[in-house]
């Protein structure tokens, strides 16, 4: 199994970009899908996630500027970003878990989306 995520890049103050993050390879038992993000000097953190079970939850600092959705038909999960701050700048990486014969834990390479003006 691969995660392939795309779509970072650079955009202005207020700006928006949709990330994507396509899975190859075959996987059942998938219990959630989620977004993390890096900063520099920082720790990697939850940016947003959506379970199986169709739930969502959001950092509180991209409450209602964030939204994940996925696309089952194409494996794909994407993150659409909207008014973009600097305080958004990082490498974000897709997340895949779940649990077949055993746990799983996939993660994607990252794609670093910069704000700046």
């Known amino acids: 199994v691969q995660l392939q995520a795309s779509g970072g890049g650079l955009v202005q103050p207020g700006g928006s970009l949709r990330l994507s993050c396509a899975r190859s390879?075959?996987?059942?038992?998938?219990?959630?899908m989620g977004w993390y993000r890096q900063a520099p000097g920082k720790q990697r953190e939850l940016v947003a996630v959506?379970?199986?079970?169709?739930?969502?939850d959001y950092a509180d600092s991209v409450k209602g500027r964030f939204t994940i959705s996925t696309d089952n038909a194409k494996n794909t999960v994407y993150l659409q970003m909207n008014i973009l701050t600097p305080e958004d700048m990082a490498v974000y990486y897709c997340?895949?878990?779940?649990?077949?014969?055993?746990?799983?834990?996939?993660w994607g390479q990252g794609t670093l989306v910069t704000v700046s003006s």
């Open positions: 959506t379970t199986t079970g169709g739930s969502t």
């Open positions: 997340n895949i878990r779940g649990a077949s014969y055993r746990p799983y834990d996939y």
């Open positions: 390879g075959r996987i059942s038992g998938i219990n959630r």
